[in-house]
């Protein structure tokens, strides 16, 4: 429990030092949109530090011997471990709890539903509601079979000890913890009522709730293209001698499009996001119109991730089902090598066609 315990009072102090640098050298008061950025920030940095990033890979930065905390048993899960199969483990479990506390969220809509007029929430609070519900749905959709059984199974199915950068494979999922507790935070600062899809100018406008969301949508965003990478690199360099391509499982070639997806559009997310804080916090206009900025940029920018953001979510599981049927059946795959093109073909297809989400915009 000590990197967890380590990790947490690291974490605290860093967003302290955060938000009081924001404090001391801008007009943003310390509970303000511009020290809520940099706290999460300078948080985030002592988080990952605490948790055991610092023994396992900062020590390097100056010249210090790397060192690694040993650990059995349950305590393996809960420090920077490098394990694939620990973090697939981290993964899942870390996934359905957040997918039970989506599911709490979904099931007071449903109750305010459940009868006409006002019962559990305002109109505004519903949509705040709706909105926690979206993107913690989405973050399980993104993460939850693709960081799980990715990380746990494409190293066994193609012969690799481990994947090709198990550090990093580790600080993409210490990452994650932070970012759910950042959008679970967010009620205390006014929430987000945007939706998970953070249109502007609503979300420019909106409570600083809002400015959690989108640091820990975007540090999520950078935990996803770490693992994309990694599971690209191990595919690539790391199959067993005679595991040629056209002998991969089908699930690798499934999780290998996915992973290509999540390396190649989520930045625009990313991007996306930063340029509403930048309007929210720097003063520019890129999306407001009465100083030259259009809402349908952000429109263009979010769809260019998201529309392949399905297959990001949508292909591990097929990849899963594939693999069961063969199995079970005791037959080979049929159209074995039809399946692997129509992978691919989603991956890069699934890239080019965002403007069918923007037919409503009057594009």
């Known amino acids: 429990m000590w990197p967890l315990i380590r990790g947490t009072l690291s974490g605290i102090v860093g967003y302290m030092v955060g938000a009081l640098i924001a404090t001391l050298t801008t007009t943003s008061t310390f509970s303000g949109e511009f020290a809520l950025v940099l706290g999460f920030v300078f948080g985030l940095l002592g ?11 900062g020590r390097e930065w100056v010249g210090l011997t790397p060192k690694t905390e040993k650990a059995e048993g349950w305590r393996r899960y809960l420090r920077f471990n490098t394990d694939h199969k620990v973090i697939g483990a981290q993964y899942l479990v870390t996934m359905l709890i957040v997918f039970l506390l989506a599911g709490l969220v979904a099931m007071a809509m449903r109750a305010e539903l459940a009868s006409p007029g006002q019962n559990l929430f305002t109109a505004d609070v519903y949509n705040k509601v709706m909105s926690m519900h979206g993107i913690l749905m989405i973050a399980v959709a993104v993460a939850g079979i693709l960081g799980a059984f990715g990380n746990y199974l494409v190293p066994l199915m193609i012969g690799a000890d481990d994947m090709a950068f198990p550090r990093i494979n580790a600080l993409g999922y210490w990452m994650v913890p932070p970012v759910a507790i950042a959008l ?7 929430s987000f009522d945007a939706g998970w899809t953070a249109y502007p100018p609503l979300s420019v406008l909106n409570g600083d709730g809002q400015v959690l969301f989108n640091v820990a949508v975007i540090a999520f965003g950078l935990s996803s293209i770490l693992g ?10 790391m199959r067993a001698p005679g595991m040629t391509w056209s002998k991969l499982p089908i699930f690798v070639w499934a999780a290998f499009a996915a992973s290509i997806l999540s390396l190649t559009v989520t930045q ?3 991007a996306s996001l930063i340029m509403i804080l930048l309007d929210r916090i720097a003063g520019t206009t890129w999306f407001g119109a009465p100083g030259g900025g259009t809402a349908l940029l952000y429109e263009h920018v979010f769809w260019f991730y998201s529309h392949p953001a399905v297959y990001i979510m949508v292909l591990p599981g097929m990849g899963v089902i594939l693999e069961i049927i063969s199995h079970f059946s005791r037959k080979p795959l049929f159209a074995y090598k039809a ?18 989400h923007m037919f409503t915009s009057g594009m």
């Open 268 to 270: 625009f997310f990313a």
């Open 339 to 356: 399946v692997v093109v129509s992978f691919l073909s989603i991956a890069g297809i699934g890239s080019v066609v965002w403007a069918h």
């Open 47 to 57: 988080w990952l530090f605490g948790i055991g990033m610092w023994n396992a890979w």
């Open 228 to 237: 994309g990478l990694n599971i690209v690199a191990t595919v690539i360099t």
């Open 184 to 190: 679970l935070a967010a009620p205390l600062v006014g």
